[in-house]
C-alpha cells in the first residue's frame, strides 16, 4: 500500500468539547494526495470495475485466445468478430 501521509504530516485541530474540528495538511502533502486521487480514481469508479470483473469472468471460462507477435492481425480480427 501507498503511504502518502504519515502521522507527523496531519495536524487536528478540536474545539472546547475535545470533538475533532479540523484537519490539516501542509499544501504540498495535499497536492501529492490529489494527484494520487485523480490518477487511481479512474480505476476505482464502478464502470472500469466491472469491466474487470467482466475480464476476469472471461478468462475464468475460456473466453480468450493466446496469441503471440507474429499473430497480432489475427488476434485484432478475433476481436473484432
Given amino acids: 500500500m501507498i503511504q502518502i501521509l504519515?502521522?507527523?504530516?496531519?495536524?487536528?485541530?478540536?474545539d472546547n468539547q475535545?470533538?475533532?474540528r479540523e484537519v490539516l495538511i501542509d499544501y504540498a502533502k495535499f497536492q501529492t494526495l490529489m494527484e494520487f486521487v485523480e490518477r487511481y480514481a479512474y480505476f476505482y469508479s464502478q464502470e472500469v470495475q466491472e469491466r474487470l470483473r467482466a475480464s476476469e469472468e472471461?478468462?475464468?471460462s475460456g473466453r480468450f485466445k493466446k496469441i503471440d507477435a507474429s499473430e497480432v492481425e489475427k488476434g485484432i480480427a478475433w476481436l473484432n468478430e
Avoid at 6 to 14: F, G, L, Q, R, T
Wanted: no cysteine; charged share 40%.
Fill in 18 to 20: 475535545g470533538n475533532k
Fill in 6 to 14: 504519515n502521522d507527523s504530516d496531519i495536524k487536528v485541530v478540536y
Fill in 58 to 60: 472471461d478468462l475464468k
